[in-house]
């Protein structure tokens, strides 16, 4: 059954598959054959073969239900009544302003944080790992007006800021920066293929690259 003391929260740099250790430890979480797990995500041309890419690595761990819930067409509550009945939620990539725009301050955002507090594991990748964060920090390559933005985010975890595709994008200094405008003491940096799980909102496994950086007093 699922631990309704412990939290699991899964942050990936870049696009799917999961990480093997990481996706074990999802599907472990999320009851394995008995799982169900629900995928958020922006409709575009090919993703019900791009899906795969997210479920491959949690089949070869015998979680054989999925649930697909394109975003920007789906009725809001239809993906409320499957969010509820779901054991595990991946949050996807592409545009961060449309996943904060469709997710943080709405119902869906509300039942997402339900769900994780109830111990249901919520796994975001690249854009889906930047919205979970009480801060949303969306750096000026990923976004319209090319510049740095600071939005609220899900607020799955606090006292913290998140970088994606952290080397490829060169975000060092974007990272640093946030982390003083937002006055957080830490902030992580997750590559492409690699990813962070966080127990109760701390810190736990990392796997593939990430790096962590502690602001100076």
């Known amino acids: 059954m699922i631990n309704l003391n412990n939290r699991h929260l899964f942050l990936f740099g870049g696009s799917p598959p999961f990480t093997s250790s990481l996706g074990k430890m999802f599907a472990d979480f999320s009851l394995n054959q008995n799982g169900k797990i629900a995928v958020l995500f922006l409709e575009r041309d090919g993703w019900k073969d791009y899906m795969k890419k997210y479920t491959c690595v949690l089949e070869d761990n015998y979680i054989n239900e999925y649930v697909y819930l394109p975003l920007n067409s789906n009725p809001v509550n ?67 007006k090319a510049e740095h933005l600071f939005l609220g985010g899900l607020g799955l975890i606090e006292e913290c800021v998140i970088s994606v595709h952290f080397s490829k994008w060169e975000e060092k200094g974007n990272l640093n920066k946030a982390m003083e405008r937002v006055n957080v003491p830490i902030g992580y940096g997750i590559d492409d293929e690699a990813g962070l799980y966080f127990e109760n909102e701390t810190f736990i496994k990392d796997e593939g690259g990430s790096y962590t950086f502690t602001k100076k007093n």
């Not at 469709?102 to 997402?112: A, H, K, L, N, P």
């Open 78 to 144: 239809r993906i409320i009544v499957e969010l509820k009945s779901c054991t595990g939620i991946i949050i996807g990539g592409g545009k961060t302003e449309h996943y904060r725009d469709y997710i943080v301050d709405t119902s869906i955002g509300e039942c997402v944080r339900e769900q994780y507090k109830k111990g249901v594991p919520v796994a975001g990748f690249s854009a889906g790992a930047l919205i979970c964060p009480a801060d949303c920090v969306i750096p000026p390559i990923d976004n319209s």
